[in-house]
DNA sequence: GCCAGTGATGGGACTTGGTCTCATCGACAC
DNA sequence: GTGTCGATGAGACCAAGTCCCATCACTGGC
C-alpha cells in the first residue's frame, strides 16, 4: 500500500476547479484547495509555483506545437505547417475526453482578471515557440510573424468551438476550417 | 502655496521607474516606492490598483486608438483605417518627447515575468478594442479580427523600431510602413 | 473670525500569496 | 536495526493588497 494517495498535483488541480467553480477564484485561499485534496499550503507551492498556474496545463502544449510545426511535410507552406501543428494538437491534446474539462476551466478562466493574465502570457509564449519553429523551416521572420498571428487566431476560434457543448465535432478538424476561413479573410485584405 | 506637492501619481510612477531600474521589480517594495515619491503606501494603492499598473499608462490608450479606427474615411478598407488609427497614435501618444522614457519603461517590463504578462493582457485589451471599432465599421468579425491581429503584429514591430535609440523617424511613418510590410507578407500566405 | 464640510493624505490592523528552513516518517537497502 | 531517500507537514517570515479611521489644511457660509 503506497504511504500517500497517488498523483498530489493532480488531486491538487482537480480541488482548484471545482471550489474555483463553487466559490469563485477569489474567494478560494490556496489553504481550501489544500486541505479539500487532503494536503497542505507547503505540498501545493512545492508543484505550482504560484496559484494561477493550478489551472494550467502540466504538459507542455508549447512544445508539441513546436514539434507539429517542425515534422510537418518540407513541401507544406507556413499555414499548412501551422494546420498540421493544431492537428497533432487535436491528436494528442485537446482530445475528446478533455473536452468537458477544458469546457469548465475556460468558463473559470473568463471570469478572473488575474487568471485571463497568466493566459495571455501563456498564448505569447506559445506563438514565439510558433515563430522559432517557423524560421527553423527557412521562412522569413516577418513571414513566420504573420503566420502565428493568424494560426492563434484559427486555434482561438477552434478552441471555442470545440468547447461549444453543442459541437461534436474533434479540435483538428475544427481547426483546419478555421485556418481557412482565416487564410481567405486575410486574402481579401 | 499648495498643500501637497502636486502630482501624486506621476511621482509615484517616476520614482517606481527609478527603482526598479536600479535594484530590478522584485527588490524593490511599494513601501520604498513611496518613500522615494514622500509618500505612503496607502496613497499608492489609492492611485494603482496594484504594483505593476504603476508602469502603465494613465491616459487611455485603447481609446486614441479606437477613435482613430472611428474617424478613419469611409472609402478606407479595414487596414488603412488601422494605419490611420496607429498614426493617429503616433501623434497623440508615442510622441518624440516620450520615447526615452518608453525606452526605459520597455526594458523593465522585459525583465520581469508579471509585467510582461501585465502587459500581454493590455495587448488583448487593446486588439479587443480595434476589432469592436472595426466592427462597428460594417467590417464582418473575422475579417476585423484578422486586420487586427495584423495591426498588432505591425505595433510591435514599429514599436521596437521607435525605440531602437539608432532611429529617429516617427513612430506613425514606422507603423505605417510595418504595415505595409505585413500585408504584402500576408499576401503571400 | 468661527465652524462645518471636503479632499488628499497618513497610520495601522488584517488577510493572503509566496518563500524558506527544518522536522517527520514510512519504505527500502544493507 | 541503522541509515538514506523522498514526499510531506509545520511554522516563521515578508510583501502585496484591503479596509477603516484619523489628520489637517483649505474653503465657504454665517
Given at each position: 500500500?503506497?504511504?500517500?494517495?497517488?498523483d498530489?498535483?493532480?488531486r491538487?488541480?482537480?480541488?482548484?476547479?471545482d471550489?474555483?467553480?463553487?466559490?469563485?477564484?477569489?474567494?478560494?485561499?490556496?489553504?481550501?484547495?489544500?486541505?479539500?485534496?487532503?494536503?497542505?499550503?507547503?505540498?501545493?507551492?512545492?508543484?505550482?509555483?504560484?496559484?494561477?498556474?493550478?489551472?494550467?496545463?502540466?504538459?507542455?502544449?508549447?512544445?508539441?506545437?513546436?514539434?507539429?510545426?517542425?515534422?510537418?511535410?518540407?513541401?507544406a507552406?507556413?499555414?499548412?505547417?501551422?494546420?498540421?501543428?493544431?492537428?497533432?494538437?487535436?491528436?494528442?491534446?485537446?482530445?475528446d475526453?478533455?473536452?468537458?474539462?477544458?469546457?469548465?476551466?475556460?468558463?473559470?478562466?473568463?471570469?478572473?482578471t488575474?487568471?485571463?493574465?497568466?493566459?495571455?502570457?501563456?498564448?505569447?509564449?506559445?506563438?514565439?515557440?510558433?515563430?522559432?519553429?517557423?524560421?527553423?523551416?527557412?521562412?522569413?521572420?516577418?513571414?513566420?510573424?504573420?503566420?502565428?498571428?493568424?494560426?492563434?487566431?484559427?486555434?482561438?476560434?477552434?478552441?471555442?468551438?470545440?468547447?461549444?457543448?453543442?459541437?461534436r465535432?474533434?479540435?483538428?478538424s475544427?481547426?483546419?476550417?478555421?485556418?481557412?476561413?482565416?487564410?481567405?479573410?486575410?486574402?481579401?485584405?
Open positions: 500500500m503506497a504511504r500517500w494517495q497517488p498530489a498535483p493532480g491538487l488541480a482537480a480541488a482548484a476547479l471550489l474555483f467553480e463553487e466559490h469563485g477564484y477569489d474567494n478560494t485561499t490556496v489553504i481550501e484547495i489544500a486541505e479539500h485534496a487532503g494536503l497542505t499550503k507547503s505540498t501545493f507551492f512545492r508543484y505550482f509555483p504560484d496559484k494561477r498556474e493550478v489551472l494550467f496545463d502540466r504538459g507542455t502544449v508549447t512544445d508539441l506545437l513546436a514539434e507539429g510545426i517542425a515534422s510537418a511535410p518540407p513541401a507552406d507556413p499555414l499548412d505547417a501551422v494546420a498540421d501543428a493544431l492537428d497533432a494538437l487535436g491528436r494528442t491534446f485537446f482530445t475526453d478533455r473536452r468537458e474539462f477544458s469546457g469548465r476551466r475556460q468558463a473559470v478562466l473568463n471570469t478572473n488575474e487568471l485571463r493574465e497568466r493566459e495571455a502570457l501563456k498564448r505569447i509564449d506559445l506563438a514565439a515557440s510558433m515563430i522559432e519553429a517557423l524560421t527553423r523551416r527557412g521562412i522569413p521572420t516577418l513571414t513566420a510573424r504573420v503566420a502565428a498571428k493568424l494560426g492563434m487566431l484559427a486555434w482561438e476560434i477552434a478552441f471555442d468551438q470545440w468547447i461549444d457543448t453543442h459541437n465535432e474533434g479540435f483538428g475544427l481547426a483546419r476550417r478555421a485556418l481557412g476561413d482565416v487564410r481567405a479573410a486575410g486574402a481579401v485584405l
